[in-house]
């Protein structure tokens, strides 16, 4: 069985694996296909990147992708999202300020209009609110601890 599951994965495309073990948060599988030559920014069948389908709760995926040139501000083909948007909404900080130190834009608005701020609120995530604001006023806050 083993055998029959290593080679079914060796017939699925490579960013399609890589899309996979994003959002899935499998970080040592992400970080093989990345060191392997995986482009971090080919789109899978649904025209996403694996930075747009990661599991945002997974810092170090969000990391490895990142250092291996994934871009934060390609918006999803159909909402128009970011990595940005969909930290916010879930209320990921750590996830939110590694993007954003990374160069993610929070100053783009989503299909329906919406910044990450607007989408922070609606879910009641105070910290990533609190983070957002005072980088809206120009703030310094730089880890999960300065905003609390």
């Known amino acids: 069985m083993h055998r029959r599951h290593n080679s079914e994965k060796s017939m699925k495309p490579s960013v399609e694996r890589l899309t996979e073990a994003a959002a899935m948060g499998r970080t040592e599988v992400v970080r093989e296909l990345l060191e392997s030559g995986t482009d971090p920014n080919i789109v899978n069948r649904f025209g996403r990147s694996a930075i747009q389908v990661m599991m945002m709760g997974s810092v170090r995926v969000a990391e490895l992708l990142l250092q291996h040139g994934a871009e934060p501000n390609t918006p999803d083909p159909t909402t128009l999202t970011l990595p940005v948007h969909d930290a916010a909404r879930e209320g990921f900080l750590d996830t939110l ?51 609390e």
């Open 97 to 147: 300020m590694l993007l954003h130190r990374a160069g993610a834009r929070l100053d783009l608005k989503d299909a329906l209009g919406r910044l990450p701020l607007d989408l922070a609120e609606e879910q009641g995530h105070h910290l990533v609110i609190t983070y957002l604001r005072e980088v809206v006023k120009g703030g310094t806050k730089s880890t999960p601890q300065d905003v």
